[in-house]
């Protein structure tokens, strides 16, 4: 059977979205990486399903599936296409507040107009245990052994596994082979997103993020996030950020720990279409 798609990018994070309100979810790993497939398939960074809610106090639930198959708990990026797409679908009207459930839990979601929404992207958690990530204690700043060179890294989960650098070079060669290393780096037994990050000011930065499942991104909201709350938390930026990645830029809000992160920016559709694969 064909299988319709809407193809969505939040700044070149690109997904396909599929409706499954009134139906199961209906594609396996296998046929997810054909789909995924930039040559043979459709190409995505993730798809996504929007799906009935499991938490009654939320609207929908939506899954993520990364291009290799493997399922993912958080995409900030995919976050906005979510809310872009129920929109257009005439779930969701500009200015209205919505509980949307993902596979980290509840986040909520306001369309500020129909390609423009900001997240709740939740409070960032700190713990080891929790993102998670092998270290004796919570840190700012962690030491670690990548492919022989010592780095150092925050660490913390925005519903996915972040490891975040600073650089002051993004085009730095080494970058390019250190992102796959962080990614799948013991010390995080479930993999990491590795972000490169660059400060212009207290108030804006640079981004490049290799991420688990997809490889290099245009962009990455999870990403972002864990970037802009890693140097706040060390207190080199203020509590309004702007993130550029290849892709555009995000606007990200943060008072400090204890606080919700809210993240802004833009959802777009490129096409619909039907997968006879």
């Known amino acids: 059977m064909a299988l319709p798609f809407s193809k969505m990018h939040g700044i070149g994070n690109d997904f396909v979205m599929v409706d499954c309100r009134h139906g199961a979810f209906p594609l396996d790993a296998e046929q997810i990486r054909a789909i995924a497939d930039r040559h043979t398939g459709v ?13 009654g106090s939320c609207a929908f639930y939506y899954g993520i599936w990364n291009a290799d198959g493997t399922p993912s708990g958080q995409c900030g990026n995919g976050v906005r296409c979510v809310a872009a797409w129920l929109h257009r679908a005439g779930e969701l009207s500009i200015g209205e507040l919505v509980r949307l459930e993902s596979p980290s839990g509840p986040v909520s979601v306001r369309l500020i107009g129909p390609n423009e929404v900001t997240v709740d992207m939740g409070v960032p958690m700190l ?5 998670p ?7 700012d700043r962690y030491a670690i052994d990548v492919g022989g060179n010592v780095l150092e890294i925050g660490s913390l989960s925005m519903g996915n596994p972040h490891a975040v650098v600073e650089v002051a070079d993004l085009q730095a060669p080494a970058l390019y082979r250190l992102g796959p290393l962080l990614t799948t780096h013991e010390r995080f037994p479930e993999g990491a997103n590795a972000g490169f990050v660059q400060k212009i000011d207290r108030g804006q930065l640079r981004l490049r993020v290799h991420e688990r ?32 990645l290849p892709g555009g830029t995000l606007t990200i809000d943060w008072a400090g720990p204890g606080h919700t992160l809210w993240m802004t920016g833009p959802a777009d559709f490129a096409f619909e279409g039907e997968w006879l694969g």
């Open 213 to 244: 499942g997809s490889g290099w991104t245009l962009a990455c909201g999870t990403g972002a996030c864990a970037a802009m709350a890693v140097l706040r938390l060390r207190d080199e930026v203020d509590e309004r950020v702007k993130v550029t």
């Open 127 to 131: 713990e080891p245990s929790r993102i």
């Open 43 to 55: 190409g995505f960074d993730q798809l996504i399903s929007i799906e009935p809610p499991r938490d």
């Open 133 to 139: 990530f092998r270290a004796d204690a919570t840190a």
